[in-house]
């Protein structure tokens, strides 16, 4: 029961980061503060949620394997964020983001 | 409550979104002109065939049909195979002609004609300058 | 409750789906297109898991999702790099007079014409309208999943997908694993291979994940593919990841790319196909017929023909990024 | 292993399915070595066919059982695919192979370039083992699959040339291929959902009329109505046709277009027949007498060779959509249709082979500036000339039988009292008069006066495979009887 309602905090809190990245992304004026953005809300929001479903897991294999989910996130995210940042930089924004 | 909720059953508004998304891809690919977006029209028709099997197959109460999973796997790769053919096919007409639409019309009967039998062909400028490389 | 719950995810992701595909095939820009249609795939996986595939939603975020989108983004960016080049004229060619707006053709396609409105949405709605009400009337689970479920056990696997894919349909993936290598070969046969027009960001970040998420893929790879005999997975879904390794690698470095020899690298893309049609004929005549196992002897020669099919498929699906034929292979 | 010819002919399916896909593969492996392996290969193809056609015959089944099917892998439907032979598949596959076989000979003498030779051979293996397969497949989505394979393939031999007409004609192709394609798939389903099975013969056992029958049959045939290049779906056929090389251009007229329609046929008598209505024949009807007359009015006007012929074919496929009227009143009228459709496939190839002769020698294909090649390259301008006349339908040639049989079905529906029979049997005698236009057009300049030039060197291959094609289609109407008796052994027909 008490597993239960922290998860569902958890999640909340998660998704919480989500919307607020989300909206980040919907309403920032340039490219490097829409990543901020986007980045930070997603993994922090996503380990929240996986916080949270570690809670629900079978096993110390379940547990496990959400952990590494939330890693390779990361790993991919930060070089995506990297790599957009760094197109810009060098390119300026593309048109349809102005 | 219960009576709406067992009409909504995924077994029927899987397909019939699957339906619509057929009919949506159907109606981007006779307004949109660029290939490219064309391309992505007949990939979302797909996605809706798809969308009806899988959706078929989840119909009823035991487990789904495994059969029309299977097909719909194979019907995913094969759509990926022609997408990707048709983007190389893009990509080479952009590099001829310059343009990613399609030419409109029938054959031009001025238009020179490559045939690969002869010895002295030319090709595309494009082709020549690729081998000289 | 829960039901009524579960209605409501799936009304909001089925509106959610339909309204990302209309402003994918309504926008202009194409690179919006692009990125919506791979957020389509995404959320088609999501439907998928709903409808209890997750074969499927596998496949479909890996490959639907996946490859599809890195094929698409790398299409753009070669007309935009042939956009440019044509603006700019080439060292030995004056500029190209008409390639002036050639750049906003290749990545925008102007709104359609207003005439063509009423008679595309009218027969898309016919054929939808159609469609729906054939939907509306049709029984309630008609499928073949007892006839399958009963022959489980002299499939040779434990997974009912992969019993019908491998061994109860062996002919259709043959021909899928076939049409997966003619795409290529078709894609062979409209040039040679010219450079990737990405340039990757300089510095330590990319290489340095790479190492990182390279051996992660290969890892997953194999683990999806082992676990398709008893559990969602096989060697589409490997394929599709251990092709993403390799487009990732490709991408990496598009200056390059060290081209394998043309005979070794084509036995690798039709290891599938040829090892797949081998057993086939041996099962032609010790008994079972073409395409056929003894039931003793299924497992092991289902994943032969696994191991094979994953190799083909991730190799012909970078093949397919690189789009060319390799430079080898004209010599 | 039993001896006998029905025994064995299980195995012989099998083994012909076996060998064209191990070609295909041998090709894509090796691809140097493709163009031995595709000339060997083709011999090899066409003496397998002719085995499993003569076991067929001999196995003599009743037609009341006539169709062998052969469990793949051992599983049997509804769970496994079942390939399936009968007398339409069997003709058919003969069909196949004669033009198969005679455009690999044609191909060792037109592509001769090493490197586009390894780009041909693999793709075209593919295509022939494709068709091999379609026409032997028994399961509604297998039969999908088999699309796929035919049309990727033919969509790549169509534009391997490279040139902007090429690409541009292979691009409209491949996406009009995909849609019919997709069209298809959605009846596939469609049934599916509503009987749970894809093997033909059990869906044709289990189809009452229903909403969904109607919409999978509408589905199914306009997809491959799209591929058959039929009236009014046919814009894309000319441009891909008219710009692909010459064998490409044969195999796709003669056999790429017509295994669509082998299918819509084969739906058509199985599972679709309870919605074959005399209304829906008489639609049918008209659009192939627009067909006709739209066809045989491009061909008339365009200038260039290989255009004309391409326009001949949709014009020549209007006579098998004139046929469905007669179909539905005629339980016989079926087996001439399909007659004429293997007569018109030998033709059409042989003039495109022949064409492309032409087109090689002159380095163009422009007809107003070809007199002197056409004047000095006789046995060409024969193989296009007897072909021609195979498709206008002088007496003596197979088309005369088969516009003959046609005919007879025609008045035969007028007698059975519907008079628009008599549009039919105008339409299909005034075909031949357009037709004779056309081909008088490719003709004539080699009877005017004129300088003779032969251009450039053309391959023994290319002078002779068309006059040896072009003879076979003259003389297939004494293959006539033999081919009416070999679809009497198809089930289910009417």
Redesign the interface.
């Known amino acids: 029961m008490i597993a239960n309602t922290l998860t569902v905090i958890l999640i909340l809190a998660g998704l919480v980061f989500f919307a607020a990245g989300t909206a980040g992304l919907l309403r920032f004026p340039d490219v490097y503060s829409r990543l901020h953005a986007l980045t930070k809300a997603d993994n922090v929001g996503l380990g929240l949620v996986i916080l949270g479903l570690m809670l629900q897991a079978g096993g110390p294999a379940d547990i496990l394997k959400l952990f590494l989910i939330w890693v390779l996130v990361l790993a991919a995210g930060t070089t995506a964020a990297h790599m957009v940042a760094q197109r810009t930089w060098t390119h300026g924004e593309f048109e349809s983001d102005r | ?2 009576w ?2 067992q009409q ?1 059953a ?8 699957g ?85 409109p019309g ?4 001025d ?9 002295e ?1 030319a ?2 400028t ?2 020549e300058r ?1 081998r000289r490389e | 409750m829960s039901d009524l719950l579960l209605v409501v995810f799936d009304l909001v992701l089925l509106v959610g789906l339909l309204g990302v595909a209309w402003r994918c095939l309504a926008s202009t820009d194409l690179f919006r297109a692009v990125v919506l249609f791979i957020t389509f795939g995404l959320l088609l996986a999501l439907a998928w898991v709903r409808l209890e595939a997750p074969d499927i939603a596998l496949a479909e975020a890996a490959i639907g999702a996946g490859i599809t989108g890195a094929l698409l983004l790398v299409t753009l960016e070669r007309l935009r790099s042939i956009a440019v080049e044509r603006r700019r004229g080439r060292p030995d060619e004056p500029p190209d007079p008409a390639g002036a707006d050639a750049l906003l053709h290749a990545l925008h396609d102007p709104p359609p014409p207003r005439r063509t409105f009423v008679p595309a949405l009218t027969f898309a709605l016919v054929v939808g309208g159609l469609m729906v009400t054939a939907l509306w009337h049709q029984p309630d689970a008609v499928g073949l999943e007892p006839v399958v479920d009963e022959h489980m056990g002299v499939s040779g696997v434990d997974h009912p997908i992969t019993a019908v894919l491998l061994n109860f349909r062996a002919y259709d993936t043959f021909l899928e694993l076939a049409i997966v290598l003619i795409a290529l070969l078709g894609a062979w046969s409209l040039g040679r291979y010219d450079r990737l027009p990405a340039r990757p960001a300089p510095g330590p970040i990319l290489p340095g994940t790479l190492r990182l998420l390279v051996p992660v893929a290969i890892v997953t790879g194999v683990y999806i593919l082992w676990a398709g005999s008893h559990a969602p997975g096989g060697a589409f879904q490997a394929g599709a990841i251990l092709g993403a390794a390799g487009i990732l690698l490709v991408l990496a470095r598009p200056r390059d790319l060290p081209m394998a020899p043309s005979t070794p690298l084509r036995l690798g893309l039709a290891a599938g196909v040829g090892l797949f049609l081998a057993i086939g004929i041996i099962g032609l005549f010790i008994g079972p017929g073409l395409l056929g196992y003894p039931p003793e002897w299924a497992y092991p020669l289902i994943i032969v023909i696994e191991v094979a099919a994953t190799l083909s498929i991730a190799l012909t699906l970078v093949a397919l990024f690189i789009a060319g034929r390799p430079a080898g292979d004209d010599h | 292993m039993s001896e006998t010819p029905a025994a064995m002919l299980p195995l012989a399916i099998s083994g012909l399915v076996a060998l064209s896909l191990a070609l295909a593969i041998l090709a894509t492996i090796w691809p140097r070595q493709a163009h031995r392996i595709g000339g060997y290969g083709a011999v090899l193809m066409a003496a397998a066919v002719v085995a499993l056609s003569a076991l067929f015959l001999a196995a003599g089944p009743e037609p009341e059982n006539a169709a062998t099917r052969v469990a793949l892998g051992g599983w049997e439907a509804p769970l496994g695919v079942m390939l399936h032979l009968d007398g339409l598949s069997m003709t058919l596959l003969v069909l196949t192979s004669v033009v198969g076989m005679a455009t690999s000979l044609y191909s060792l003498g037109y592509v001769h370039d090493p490197i586009e030779r390894r780009q041909f051979w693999p793709l075209w293996l593919w295509l022939w083992a494709g068709l091999n397969m379609l026409l032997l497949s028994g399961d509604a989505f297998n039969l999908y699959i088999s699309l796929e394979v035919v049309s990727l393939s033919a969509v790549a031999l169509v534009a391997f040339t490279g040139t902007a007409a090429a690409v541009s004609g292979a691009m409209r192709y491949l996406l009009i291929n995909i849609l019919g394609s997709l069209s298809f798939l959605m009846g596939v389903v469609l049934l599916f959902g509503e009987h749970g099975v894809l093997d033909l013969v059990l869906l044709e056992a289990r189809t009452e009329i229903g909403p969904t029958e109607r919409m999978a049959a509408v589905l199914m045939t306009a997809g491959l109505m799209l591929k058959a290049a039929l009236f009014p779906l046919h814009v894309w056929l000319a441009p891909a046709h008219g710009s692909a090389p010459a064998p490409v251009s044969a195999v796709l007229s003669g056999l790429v277009v017509t295994g669509s329609f082998y299918l819509i046929l084969r739906l058509w008598m199985g599972p679709f027949a309870p919605l074959a209505t005399p209304a829906f024949g008489i639609l049918v009807g008209l659009l192939g007498v627009a067909a006709l007359i739209w066809g045989s009015a491009q061909a008339l006007r365009s200038g260039r060779l290989k255009s004309i012929v391409a326009y001949s074919t949709v014009a020549q496929f209007g006579y098998l959509l004139i046929a469905f009227p007669l179909m539905l009143v005629d339980s016989e009228a079926w087996k001439v249709v399909v007659f004429f459709a293997v007569v018109h496939a030998l033709a059409k190839a042989s003039v495109f082979l022949a064409a492309g002769t032409l087109q090689h020698a002159a380095g163009h294909d422009r007809i107003a500036e070809m007199g002197g090649i056409l004047r000095a390259r006789g046995r060409t301008v024969f193989a296009l000339g007897l072909a021609g006349v195979s498709l206008m339908g002088l007496p003596f040639t197979g088309g005369f039988i088969a516009k003959y049989l046609l005919l007879e079905a025609g008045l035969a529906t007028i007698l059975a009292g519907s008079l628009i029979g008599v549009l039919w049997v105008i339409a299909i005698a005034g075909g031949g008069l357009l037709a004779a236009g056309y081909v008088l057009r490719m003709v004539a300049p080699a009877f005017h006066r004129g300088p003779r030039d032969a251009g450039e060197a053309v391959s023994p291959w290319m002078d002779w495979v068309p006059l040896g094609l072009a003879v076979v289609a003259a003389a297939a109407g004494f293959a006539g009887t033999l081919t009416l008796h070999t679809l009497t052994l198809t089930p289910g027909a009417p």
């Open positions: 409550m219960e709406l909720a909504l995924p077994g029927l508004i899987y397909p019939t979104a339906a619509i998304l057929f009919a949506l891809g159907l109606y981007g690919l006779i307004r949109r002109h660029h290939l490219v977006l064309r391309v992505l029209a007949l990939n979302i028709m797909g996605s809706g065939v798809f969308m009806v099997l899988l959706g078929i197959a989840a119909r009823g109460e035991g487990p789904p049909d495994p059969v029309a999973q299977a097909l719909t796997l194979t019907g995913i790769v094969v759509a990926v195979s022609a997408t990707a053919f048709a983007l190389a096919l893009v990509v080479r007409l952009a590099r001829i002609t310059g343009q990613a639409m399609m030419l029938p054959p031009d009967d238009a020179p004609v490559d045939d690969i039998s002869r010895e062909h090709p595309s494009e082709y690729e």
